[in-house]
């Protein structure tokens, strides 16, 4: 690791103040993530702003029915909660489905919406990665790229967002809350939190700088069938291939969010509805304009697959 700066932070507007006036700065909470990167020195901050000690790690109700997730809540209490299991049960399922006990036990709401890809040449340091050092290229276009993105894709990048939790919430319509470094705060639609590389890769998201995440906010429970497949090279530990969010009511219609395909959770709601039509129907909108390498084409036929699943168990 190189050389860095500490401090704890007492409030949240006091944090995004910290973060703004020390440029290439970084909150830290869990660290999951972070530290990995730190110590391969993808992520070089100068200063991390410790936010451990915020009170954000409360699950609450809203006066609109749903509940509000501060940025602290660690992913196991979150996905043990019982309000989320009777309620949100699709979110309690991706989030067990990710990582390790070990892992979730420290991994934070906010923290777990920010990791970044998993892409093996954003990890190799001796490759070029438009998203690690913009502009040196992208190693992924005609390397590896089995694991990687078929659809909003650009000439930049290819890579993947690597969670789950984030491709339920894009099922549940959830907002991301924040503050920023004047006090300001605002609310973003999950649908419009992760961005598609474009030219800019290395921007995974639309904070601003020195913004703090403080909560996510559910709406209210849509009911219906809540199921969550992630289909993975092994049973364990291991990122999603192709995973599918999906709420699915008596009727047969539904919501449907894919992991494991683009560079943020993937969800087309115009093809919701086809839902009555079956799931090559579905996939068929869902991935219209994808552009696989002929390393991961067989994502474009396993999402149809998964998707047919999940469907399936549905209507059991």
């Given amino acids: 690791m190189k050389p860095f700066t500490y401090e704890r932070a007492a409030s949240p507007a006091e944090a995004a103040a910290a973060a703004a006036r020390t440029p290439g700065a970084k909150f830290i909470a869990g660290g999951t993530n972070l530290l990995d990167l730190m110590k391969l020195q993808i992520e070089t901050p100068g200063h991390l702003i410790d936010v451990n000690r915020l009170k954000l790690d409360v699950i609450e109700p809203t006066s609109e ?12 209490d979150l996905a043990s909660d019982k309000r989320v299991r009777r309620d949100y049960g699709v979110l309690s399922r991706a989030i067990v489905a990710g990582a390790s006990g070990q892992l979730r036990n ?22 070029p990665c438009n998203k690690r050092q913009p502009g040196s290229g992208c190693a992924a276009i ?51 939190f992760h961005r598609l590389p474009g030219t800019t890769p290395h921007i995974d998201t639309v904070l601003r700088s020195g913004e703090l995440i403080t909560a996510v906010t559910l709406p209210k429970p849509i009911g219906g069938q809540h199921i969550y497949h992630k289909v993975r090279d ?56 994808a552009r696989p390498t002929h390393e991961n084409a067989f994502k474009v036929p396993l999402v149809e697959r998964t998707l047919a699943a999940v469907m399936a168990e549905a209507r059991a």
Wanted: some cysteine.
């Fill in 65 to 76: 029915g749903g509940l509000r997730i501060g940025a602290l809540v660690t992913n196991t």
């Fill in 234 to 289: 092994r049973a364990s530990y291991a990122f999603a291939l192709v995973s599918i969010a999906a709420v699915i009511q008596r009727d047969g219609s539904g919501r449907v969010a894919v992991g494991g395909v683009a560079h943020k959770p993937w969800r087309v709601e115009a093809a919701e509805q086809a839902m009555s039509q079956g799931s090559r129907a579905v996939a068929a909108q869902l991935l219209a304009g």
């Fill in 106 to 127: 420290k991994a934070t709401t906010a923290g777990n919406l920010l990791q970044r890809t998993r892409c093996p040449y954003f990890y190799d340091t001796n490759q």
């Fill in 142 to 192: 005609g390397g590896f790229s089995r694991q990687l993105a078929v659809i909003g894709v650009s000439d930049a990048c290819i890579a993947t967002y690597p969670g789950d939790m984030a491709v339920a919430m894009r099922v549940l319509d959830a907002t991301v809350e924040t503050v920023s470094p004047g006090g300001d705060t605002r609310s973003i639609p999950i649908a419009d």
